[in-house]
């Protein structure tokens, strides 16, 4: 028994759909994107996920990574404002967004985008000194990811981010920096000095000037004593003047006696408390004189006892 004809051109036909079917199905993963030509010339994207084609007039022509990618780090000379040639080590961070600019408008995306970021990387950096490049790095890097994004567009690529790996100097600029930094120390150093010694004279003169202040207050203060002391005495004087002129009003010659024996007995007293003083001689009239006192203050006191009784 014999299989037919017809039976093998039907199996031959299933085989063939499976067949057709099977090149008209593609299956795109998330991060690619697949490019589809007809006949050789670009007719559209196909995205991720379950895609149909038309089988022999259609192809996928190109398979395209639509991940962030980073170039390998990559040298470069690069001379900066201030004549130091140093070399630096970057790198960049890109993703494609337009599949069929990256793969129609440029052969090899990598190193177009390698040699475009050399060139803004040594226009940028050549703007700056050593110390600025050295220092300012971060800034440097959104300029070139800025400047580098526009210059990619063309290639449906977007540049996420550019790095400066390190700086490069060669033993000379090292040695010229380390002396430019200890003089920057020293500088430093001494203005540091000038300051303290700034800063001391400027004290000594403020505790002078806070004693001579002091000084001043307490001349003030004794001198208003001394006057305090010659006005209560003025006024003493004056009241005692007062009372002198009472009692001679009331008691005549005798208050009179009595003041001349009591300024008497006052010099003598000054006399004998002197140091000068060694060997004092006194007039039998002093001592009468005494005498005389002390009768005429026994005479007061027993009047005063009798005006009270």
Known sequence: MGIAVSDIVLI?????????????????PQSKVFVIERFGKFTRILESGLSLIVPFVDRVAFRVDI??????????????????????????????????????????????????????VRSAA?????????????????????????????????????????????????ESQRQQLNAERERRAAIARAEGDKRSVELKADAELYEAKKQAEAVKVEADAEAYAVKIKA???????????????????SAINYEIMKRQVEGLSDIASSNQTKTLFIPSDITKALGTLELFLDGIVNKEVKNDN
Do not use: C, H
């Open 67 to 120: 991940l962030e990618r980073q170039l390998p780090p990559f040298k470069m000379s690069v001379i900066t404002e201030d004549n130091v040639e140093v070399e630096l080590v970057a790198t960049v961070f890109f993703r494609v967004l337009d599949a069929a600019k990256s793969v129609y408008r440029i052969r090899n995306i990598d190193l177009a985008i390698e040699n475009t970021a050399i060139s803004v």
């Open 12 to 28: 031959v036909l299933v085989v063939l759909i499976i067949y057709v079917v099977f090149l008209s199905i593609k299956i795109v």
């Open 126 to 174: 050549g703007k700056l000194e050593l110390d600025d490049l050295q220092s300012s790095r971060e800034a440097m890097n959104q300029e070139i990811a800025a400047r580098l994004s526009k210059a990619a567009e063309v290639w449906g690529v977007e540049v996420t981010r550019t790095e400066i790996l390190d700086v490069l100097v060669d033993e000379k600029t090292k």
């Open 235 to 253: 006024e003493a004087d004056a009241k005692q003047t007062e009372l002198i002129a009472e009692a001679i009003n009331n008691n005549g010659q």
